[in-house]
Nanobody, 127 residues
Framework: QVQLVESGGGLVQAGDSLQLSCAVF?????????VGWFRQPPGKDREFVGA????????SYGDFVKGRFTISRDGAKNTAYLQMNSLTPADTAVYSCASVKSMSGALPTSSLEYRRWGQGTQVTVSP
């Protein structure tokens, strides 16, 4: 069974950086795959962080990112990454990755369009 597994979360201080990983087990990310990152702050709805198109690395980001986050991928490791810089307490959330296959290469921003999800990893940013 194919599974997505996130790692890299933890407790950091404001201004710090953190890199999250999303690895696939029991399968691979094909050239048709888009990997998305979402987050859910405490007591709030899930929101789109960004997404990357596996075949060419094209990416898009949520408005709140403002250049602080970067999504990348390593095809050899079948792993996507979310590099987060200049973290603030407002970035505290459970971060999840998700994947979907698309012929169009679209970068969906809605969680409803993704088919496979990881379990999430907690990121806590202290003041």
């Amino acid at each position: 069974q194919v599974q997505l597994v996130e790692s890299g979360g933890g407790l950091v201080q404001a201004g710090d950086s953190l890199q999250l990983s999303c690895a696939v087990f029991g399968g691979t990310f094909s050239s048709l795959t888009t990997v998305g990152w979402f987050r859910q702050p405490p007591g709030k709805d899930r929101e789109f962080v960004g997404a990357i198109r596996w075949r060419d690395g094209g990416a898009s980001y949520g408005d709140f990112v403002k250049g602080r986050f970067t999504i990348s991928r390593d095809g050899a490791k079948n792993t996507a990454y979310l590099q987060m810089n200049s973290l603030t307490p407002a970035d505290t959330a459970v971060y999840s990755c998700a994947s979907v296959k698309s012929m169009s290469g679209a970068l969906p921003t809605s969680s409803l369009e993704y088919r496979r999800w990881g379990q999430g990893t907690q990121v806590t940013v202290s003041p």
